[in-house]
């Protein structure tokens, strides 16, 4: 890791929202301590964001945490793709879709509407944008709604994973953590944090 986590925090704010994440998580997670500590005027920002990706889309949830999995495994963001599986855990889901996600292009398991999906939003993650057919193949399954949500989710799966990577957090263990502490794992509200 790059920059050294900060155990205790400096004022009332912060040292409730460590306290809230330990009670939620088992333990105060990595961006929390390494980013939110620094700069504590994100923490709203943080909020409204993970307020976002829970509960702000149409998309189907399990189209949805296929992406946010897919986008953090394309961006290489372990902290990211550790959380998006301890949240599928949480709601009952099995890993083992997200254990295929290597191979969606040809697997089976995944509709052609995820595959186009996925596609999306790999390639706009890779290049920061998409080519007419890949966009073409999205608007065969979605809607103009739907296609916007997709992108905004990627937009915003981006930014956790571009404040996470490049200061070299890693994933916390929280799917494993958090499947001990609770029998279904992490609380719906714990999505997001750092």
Sequence with gaps: MRLEPIEHPQGLKMKLVYF??????????????????????????SYEITKMME????????????????????NQCGFCIDISRAYVAHEGGSLEKLNRLPNYRTDPAFTPAERAALAYVEEVS???????????????????????????????????????????????????????KAPHGVHASARRSG
């Design 20 to 45: 809230f994440t330990r009670k939620r998580f088992g333990k105060v997670i990595t961006p929390l301590k390494v980013i939110t500590a620094r700069v504590p005027k994100s923490i709203r920002m």
């Design 126 to 180: 890779r290049t920061k944008t998409a080519s007419d057919a890949t966009f073409a193949e999205l608007k065969r399954y979605f809607s103009d709604q739907q296609i916007a949500e997709i992108t905004m989710l990627n937009a915003l799966e981006n930014f956790y994973n571009l404040g996470n990577r490049p200061l070299g957090i890693e994933s916390d263990g929280l799917c494993a953590l958090l499947e001990r």
């Design 55 to 74: 509960s702000g889309f149409t998309l189907d949830k399990g189209l949805q945490l296929l992406l946010h999995t897919h986008i953090s495994e394309v």
